[in-house]
């Protein structure tokens, strides 16, 4: 009884005041802040016109988009957390374009998914062995993966496509994974979509584009996310590998094998971003096609970056990047929308921070503000180019201005030799 | 002790050449083909005076991204951003070079400065944000590069900066004018590119510069060790900011010999991987200027030798998985012989103080 | 009360060094056992030993009465033994929860952490031992006495009964110690016995049940606070006998070529390292600086080398303001500089001796000629450092990790000797040397004083202060307690300012 009463008087507080943080950065929160976004959105295409954005196209070509980076990218956590970079990602997603494609030519789309898990599992096993076992730089090991995996690629489908019709660039076209429509659901999506309800139209517009002609592998790719978040913070092996990327030196001394964490984390790293490469070549398209992976890989690395190495983080970067990957292929005058509620956003931040007398911040919010306002005045069309390196940008940028707010694996690039002090 | 250095320093990229090429004689191999038939007509070809030329101006640009990338080196920079800053150099140097109208020699003189500035002025962010940030130059130069590429597409579009000459698909800045333009030089039947004394000229400062200067020593005393150059003195962290714009402004460069010998304006078609290329020169050639020229003629050679394999039915990018091998070999290589060495130096000490103790013991 | 851990004829040898001979201790259950002496006297090999870290060339532990055979810290866990390490390693990106249980995780199916259980035992374990830590908090949000907590109740989550804690208190502040010591006082009330090193004579007294004094690789005294005094202590920690100083002239100029003035130091994170520190040194003589390592040593030295900047006062060098002075200037003004840490402040290791001769002196003539480096009088000069300092080296071209440590600290003092500098900062010029070197480095640093070179000594070699020393200034928790002439000053005096008991 009396032990009762201690733990309520000396534990208590803290542990509710540890639950009143959880609750502010909980689900919940996001919800709303998409709510507020989705509504701004609205108004922005009420007052403009152009329903884009919210059309069931754009979001279903967002998540088209969005699944290769973040497979790049949780590929990208997992091996980062393990306390290992792995720039090599885009050259095991080109192994996974061409293993999937070719072997899904072969024995179908399902045999080309497993055959892209396998060969990822071994290129991130050889990433692994180079870089833990015999302790070459990271950087190094990485770039000669893309190097081999880009000339591999380019080699075997010289030899293998061009006598099964396809070319020396292209393979045959590989058969696709059914997709499905939710029933019920998206026909009512579509409906309420059509009847143009400020809002609540938007809104089913979008919902509408995740229900519709799906596949099943975008939904199981989905689910990456959840597990990853799981095993990081509920299993034993996801805690020993998040100590093997902050501090291998205080896992060894409590008897944890961090060569062999980091093989294994290295090794599904290698198999998710092979898997995100085959899932561009047998669902987003039914073909290899030299170049495929354009740069996704590094894009994935980006997403780490931007979603602070956390797999909810690496998800919204990745339906950040993969929507502005997907304007790229849809109206332009999209972007210029999604520039307009960029610039309410800053503006509605830069009134929050002036209200908590937070003046720098104040300061750069207004700036964005006044920029984007600027861009929306003068400018007719916003170049491509700057479309599809607006990723790559805006990693920089929150490299640049967050650095202090993100929290890295404090080993992550380390060379780190057992035994070691 | 000299000679076994040098002894070990030769076998490391001797075993990585020899490794690869077992590697590629076994992929042959499955393919059905003679490895050694194959080998001795790449041999013929990329000793042939015509593919010469063209392997001489390619080893120009590619040596001239290998000393950027080990100037980088000898600050422990991985300077990845050596893409992003070849083509800001090459581009602005061909903007700027259009625009002017100077004497012939000065001229060009301009351009190569432009470029060296261009490429020099990228770099600084990167190494900006490592020395006021923190931040890995990997990561900033990654994105950099995509950011250059993305900045120098828009800016080529024919209403701003770019043209698009009559019959031609490829946009491209204007031509630069003849007198901003360097001569080509008459050798093994064709026209080489005389940047390659410029080439010549910076492989000779950079070793200069970094063996004889006080700024040299500077340089490599904080590669070696940041906290003893700054105890010596050295304004450390402003030292790896001026190596980064340094090594930036050396990639700068990689493009000149293509934009002023031959194409006097740039478009997309200029290529790309300069970076990677650069690095693995840098290692291979041990950051020294001579190594790096043989690591440069070598990655030429077999490009350009490799596309023979094409007449007999081997798709020519085996070359490049080649190229990987080589990389991935010879660094594996270092780290084995380092740690040989470390082994066998332990062993030493551990000998020496065993007697020291047998020693004390009899007394 | 039972003895739980009996020590009896430890040795332990290292290449060239004994760290321990003939130990013997004998720990009572339920106590706090404290263990103390200077730096070098071989704790630290001791608690090795005892944690399983090392494995000592002979003698015996036994625990609760049991001859045990340590080959691994995991063989000391099983046996009840937990180790509480000076530098913690913990994961500043992680729970407190989760820095405590890794590696010993209660877990379903071998891979599902039983979180809640795990919270449950670690509050049981807060309650029980009355340690303040809330499970859930994150590490990088933790002070330094807070992580000690953490460190603690690791070790008690792995079920220690006896807790090793090495100098707990050397980066504590005093409100954080005077907690540690009530944590301490209940675990032993619980049945734990505590293992506790330290140097602070004040603070040993205040909490143990009983001390052991280490000198030199053994134990030379076990004794009850009660029995015994600061001044009795001090003497068994420091020896019988100093030695007594070299006899030289002493020509000591007018001038202060150092002039430290309530100069104060605080880290980034504000913690406080100096407080109004003064001291100035004159041409002409040597000022020993005595102090047990860590009270502010290196930050006093970084901010003369103009490496640091004070926050308030002054520092003032060859009349040149450190604060304002870039460290290129101040070695050109002619202040040498002979780091505690040579292998990595003092030379590179990967260059040859010619080159490391010039480091340091590569902004001045002659080891420069404008912008060029001048190697052959750097070649030169090697030459002559290596004769007149007996450095055992092939030749100059050698790589200097090729040297062993006394031949590169021969060579590092000869350097940071040449071209007369006026002011010498000397950080433990002789450790890790051997006899003829340091006869060879303390001749060379007289001659420098007698040619009326100022000469700051940081050592922790008593000898090395008494000898070659005209003052010693003692610094304690940044400040400089008092300044002793070594002629008149007594083992007791030294160890009792040295260990803050001075006042």
Redesign the interface.
Known sequence: MSTETTSNSTVAPSSMKSKAKSLVSSPARIAILVAILLFILSIVEKVTGSTDISSPGTSSATLRFAIPLLMAGLGGLWAERAGV?N?GLEGMMIVGTWTGAWFGFKHGPLIGLLAAAFFGLLSGLFHAI?TVK????Q???G??????A???A??????FFPSVGGD?TVSPPVDSFPTFTVPGISPLLQSIDEKNIFYISNVAGILNGFTKEISLVTVSFLLFVPITSWILWRSKFGLRMRFSGENPMAAESLGINVYRIRYVAIAISGMLASLGGAYLALIASSVYREGQTA?RG?IG??TV?FGNWKPGGVFAGSILFGFTDALRVRQNESVMSLIIVGGIVAALLALYFVLSKKWKPALYSSIVAVFALWINKTVDVI?Q??V??FP??A??IV??FL?QRLTPPAAA?MPYRRGSE | ??RNKLFWGAVAPVAAIFTSLVLMYI?LSL?GADPFALFKLMVSYGFDPRNLVSETNLTVSYYLAGVAAAIGFKMLL?N?GIDGQYRMGAFFGAVVGAAIDLPPILHVAVIIVVAMIAGGAWAAIAGY?KVK????E???N???N??A???I??LL?PNLLGSLPEGSQNVQTKPIPASGQMPTIKMFEGEVYSVIFLALFVGIAYWIML????????L??TG??F??A??????APRMIFITTILSGAIAGLVGIGTLLSDTHSYSMAFPSGFA?TG?SLA?LGRNHPVGIFFAAFLWSFLERAGQVLEFEG??P?????M???I??CI??AY??VARINLRQ?QKA??K???E??SE?EAK | MSNILEVSGIEK????V?ANRDVSLVVREGSIHAIIGENGAGKSTLMKSLYGLIRPDAGTIKVAGKEVNLKSPQDAIALGIGMVHQHFKLADNATVLENVILGSEPSRFGFVIKYDEARKKLIEIAETYQLDIDPDERLSNLGVGERQRVEIAKVLFRGAKILILDEPTAVLVPQEVTELFNNLKELVKKGLTVLFISHKLDEVLSISDEITVMRQGTTVASLTPANTSKKALAELMVGGELPKPIAGNLVVSEKSFLSIKNASYAREDGREILHSLNLEVHGGEIVGLAGVEGNGQSELIELV?G?LRTNTGSVEVLDLDTSTT???????AGVA?I?QDRQ????????PLW?NR???H??ATPM?NG???N?SAAAEDSARVIEEFDVRT?GI??LVS?L?GGNQQKFIVGRELSGDPKLIIAAQPTRGVDVGAQAIIWEHLMRARSRGAAILLVSADLEELFSLSDRIAVIYSGSIVSVLDPAKTTPEDLGLAMTGAAN
């Not at chain 3, 040898?13 to 060239?16: A, D, E, I, Q, R």
């Open positions: 970079i720039i180079l015999i302790g070459i730089d950087a190094v090991s770039l000669a993966i893309n190097l081999i880009a000339g591999g380019r080699y075997l489908s010289g030899i020396r740069g590094f690395l980006a970056i170049p180019e700057f599809t390196v790559n940008f990693t920089l490299l640049t650095a690039g | 002790m000299k992929i393919r991985f990845i944000l940030r923190g931040v890995s990997v990561i900033s990654i994105m950099l995509f950011i590429a993305a900045i597409a828009f579009s063996n004889k200067t006080v700024f040299g020593f500077n490599r005393a070696l060790s906290r003893a700054r105890s010596s003195g050295v304004n990677f690095l290692i081997i798709p990018e085996i070359v490049i998985v190229q990987g091998t990389v991935l660094v594996i780290e084995v130096q000490v551990g020496v103080s065993a020291l103790v004390g | 040898k290292y290449p060239g004994v080398m490496l870039l460290t290129k200037d101040i070695r050109n500089y780091p990595r402040d003092g030379i590179l290791m990967a260059a080159e010039i480091l340091g590569q902004f420069a912008v060029w480096i190697k092939p071209n050698v090729a062993s």
